[in-house]
């Protein structure tokens, strides 16, 4: 069966640090991987989507960026966090042609002081 | 780009029928998805509608009209686990765009 792992959990960062989440899928090959953010009580905004490796789609012109290194590999960084960083950070994966089922991994929590 | 619209909070009783309403605005529509969210957690993926028509997977069902631009999510026999937020989502080639959210809260 497909598993997708998120680290860290939550994570508290000062304003201008540098971010890398990580994300991986086991259990499939080729997927579509997404990167989400979600404010408190609203609804997620889709930051990155990669269709395989060394493609990366941009959502929202921000200073975050997306890395795909491997097949099942997923990285979001950012070289100096902004405070309105703040928020819980999904990473997803879906089979290619399925991209109306994604499967969300636990997320990081991310708040920036 | 896309616009969805779905109620913000719906409360009903245990053992209550509950439609959560999504309307959108959107070029290169392939579907609506939904998917719920329990507060703290990830979103669960729960159905999808391709085509116009009624979907049923055990008490949720949800429903697709493309000429209308409307889709909305039933939830039946409602229990207290049902708490949660509901998203709508539209689907175009490579991605979803969600909704803003509708929680959802059941009372005893």
């Known amino acids: 069966s497909q598993t997708i792992h998120q680290w860290p959990a939550t994570l508290v960062q000062p304003v201008g640090s540098p971010l890398s989440l990580e994300c991986t899928v086991e259990g499939t090959s080729n997927p579509n991987l997404y990167w989400y953010r979600q404010a408190a009580g609203r609804g997620l905004q889709l930051l990155f989507y990669s269709v395989g490796i060394g493609q990366i789609s941009s959502e929202v012109p921000q200073n975050l960026s997306a890395s795909r290194p491997q097949d099942r590999q997923f990285i979001l960084s950012s070289k100096k966090l902004l405070l309105s960083d703040s928020g819980f950070y999904l990473c997803?994966?879906?089979?290619?042609?399925?991209?109306?089922?994604?499967?969300f991994g636990p997320g990081t929590r991310l708040t920036v002081t | 780009g896309q616009s969805l619209e779905q109620p913000s909070e719906v409360t009903a009783v245990e053992g209550a029928i509950v439609q959560i309403n999504c309307t959108y605005q959107?070029?290169?529509?392939?579907?609506l998805s939904w998917y719920q969210q329990h507060d703290g957690g990830a979103p669960t993926f729960l159905s999808y509608?391709?085509?116009?028509g009624l979907e049923e997977t055990g008490r949720f069902s949800s429903f697709l009209s493309r000429s209308d631009s409307y889709g909305y999510l039933l939830l039946q026999e409602l229990q207290m686990k049902d708490s949660a937020s509901y998203f709508c989502a539209v689907r175009d080639d490579y991605k979803l765009s969600f909704g803003a959210g509708t929680t959802v809260t059941v009372r005893a």
């Open positions: 959107t070029s290169g529509f392939y579907g």
């Open positions: 509608n391709g085509l116009d």
């Open positions: 997803a994966w879906s089979e290619d042609g399925a991209v109306h089922e994604q499967y």
